[in-house]
T-cell receptor, first 111, second 116 residues
Framework: GQQLNQSPQSMFIQEGEDVSMNCTSS?????WLWYKQEPGEGPVLLIA?????ELTSNGRLTAQFGITRKDSFLNISASIPSDVGIYFC???????????FGTGTRLTIIP | EAGVAQSPRYKIIEKRQSVAFWCNPI?????LYWYQQILGQGPKLLIQ????????DSQLPKDRFSAERLKGVDSTLKIQPAKLEDSAVYLC??????????????FGEGSRLTVL
């Protein structure tokens, strides 16, 4: 099955730094979502985007739905230790709740 | 509100043996999913149920995997016989009808399978 490509694959940053990651697809999606997964847990929804060009914030997180509908971006400002985890993008289309997940970006915060 | 419950959390079996995983979705959630997550990868959909009917099982290896949701509530995923490449975390997720098209899935903690 198709998977979305995320970059970077991993990030090592210091606490307080801003983080940017992106996700690209070869096909169009009508909905883009960003999930976070911590060790031993299932993914948890962070942000959902429903309209091309949409910019949505959730606290220190900001995500954008790309104009082409084939990409999305996630930014985290002023990172804190609890931001550690794997961030997955996911796409879906109207009338079908099936999600296609990205390959993930692993975020590590260096003390 | 109780979350998605899965069991067992961990299972170790030898190849060619069988295994079953159980999932109880959030109460009232009509849609239930089983995802396979291999180490270092994103989750991959195996099967999607709407109530007790299968919506999508196109990526389920039907020669060895089976799943059912007989009463439209809890679900069981079975693997028989298991292969080494089936080692993965099996995630169950559910979503509500009111959340249709939002893409908001609620995931359980997963069942980690190791095949030796």
């Amino acid at each position: 099955g198709q998977q979305l490509n995320q970059s970077p694959q991993s990030m090592f940053i210091q606490e307080g730094e801003d983080v940017s990651m992106n996700c690209t697809s070869s096909s169009i999606f009508n909905t883009w979502l960003w999930y976070k997964q911590e060790p031993g847990e299932g993914p948890v929804l962070l942000i959902a985007l429903y309209k091309a060009g949409e910019l949505t914030s959730n606290g220190r997180l900001t995500a954008q739905f790309g104009i082409t509908r084939k990409d999305s971006f996630l930014n985290i400002s002023a990172s804190i230790p609890s931001d550690v985890g794997i961030y997955f993008c996911a796409g879906s289309n109207f009338g079908n709740e099936k999600l296609t997940f990205g390959t993930g970006t692993r975020l590590t915060i260096i003390p | 509100e109780a979350g998605v419950a899965q069991s067992p959390r961990y299972k170790i079996i030898e190849k060619r043996q069988s295994v079953a995983f159980w999932c109880n979705p959030i109460s009232g959630h009509a849609t239930l999913y089983w995802y396979q997550q291999i180490l270092g990868q994103g989750p991959k959909l195996l099967i999607q149920f709407q109530n007790n009917g299968v919506v999508d099982d196109s990526q389920l290896p039907k020669d060895r995997f089976s799943a059912e949701r007989l009463k439209g509530v809890d679900s069981t995923l079975k693997i028989q016989p298991a292969k080494l490449e089936d080692s993965a975390v099996y995630l169950c997720a559910s979503s509500s009808k009111t959340g249709a098209n939002t893409g908001e899935l609620f995931f359980g903690e997963g069942s980690r399978l190791t095949v030796l």
